[in-house]
């Protein structure tokens, strides 16, 4: 009765990281998520796979503010950094990048990290 189980167990482990692995997430982004930074020229987040450029994007606002900042927004020839342009000086104060990214298996993840201008 002991190998049947085993069989099953395998076959479960098998299946379930398959879908897990297929979203992208954020690996590290740059203000590092709550860092307090001197105005940065770009910000960019980077994520475990390649992203379809159509649906993925981020947008950078005043935290509490309804406007957001304009941005010029790229993606990595390798697919995986997202990259953010602001195209007017920032001023201090707290902020947010709002992302969201769709994998290659059609799957969308978005968040957002918080950095500080000081
Ligand atoms: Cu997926």
Redesign the pocket.
């Known amino acids: 009765m002991r190998k049947p189980l085993t069989l099953l167990a395998l076959a479960a482990v098998a299946l379930a990281p398959a879908?897990?692995?297929?979203?992208?997430h954020v690996v590290s982004s740059t203000p590092a998520a709550n860092a307090a930074v001197a105005a940065p020229k770009q910000v960019s987040v980077t994520f475990n796979e390649k992203l379809v450029p159509a649906f993925s994007k981020l947008e950078i606002s005043m935290a509490g503010m309804a406007m957001k900042v304009p941005v010029k927004t790229s993606l990595s020839a390798d697919g995986k950094t997202l990259t953010g342009v602001p195209q007017a000086a920032l001023m201090k104060g707290n902020y947010v990048i709002d992302w969201s990214a769709a994998?290659a298996?059609?799957?969308k993840?978005k968040g957002s990290i918080a950095f500080k201008i000081k």
């Open positions: 879908s897990a692995l297929a979203h992208a994998s298996d059609g799957h993840t």
